[in-house]
């Protein structure tokens, strides 16, 4: 698998198998993930890397193939969390999470 477009994305990136092994971050995440192993993590389980009741979670997101969307605040600075099923040919190839930076303000516009 390559994540060639994600590399130097501004956010980390974290794509994982059906399982939950984790098959690649880009280069935010494995900075993000550091003190956790960094890009060692690639080849374990992402559950691992969850405490409770977080784990749960992502367990159930691989077993229903659901979204998960929510906002963090961390050390000051809030993110925006997407995790989502992925595919590939119409078949669940795994979970790729995003974690993004969020402005203490943001414009919301509503389109028509």
């Known amino acids: 698998m390559s994540l060639?477009?994600?590399?130097?994305?501004p956010g980390k990136v974290t794509v994982s198998d059906p399982a939950g092994i984790i098959l690649e971050m880009n280069d935010q995440a494995a900075e993000g993930y550091a003190a956790q192993g960094g890009r060692k993590l690639i080849g374990t389980n992402m559950l691992d890397c969850h405490p409770e009741p977080a784990r749960t979670k992502?367990?159930?997101?691989?077993?229903t193939r659901q979204t998960n969307v929510y906002t963090i605040e961390k050390h000051g600075a809030k993110k925006w969390v997407y995790q989502a099923p992925w595919y590939e040919n119409g078949e669940f190839r795994g979970l790729v999470e995003f974690v993004l930076p969020v402005p203490a303000e943001i414009p919301h516009f509503v389109r028509k």
Request: overall charge negative.
């Open 58 to 63: 992502v367990a159930e997101l691989l077993a």
């Open 4 to 9: 060639d477009w994600v590399k130097e994305f």
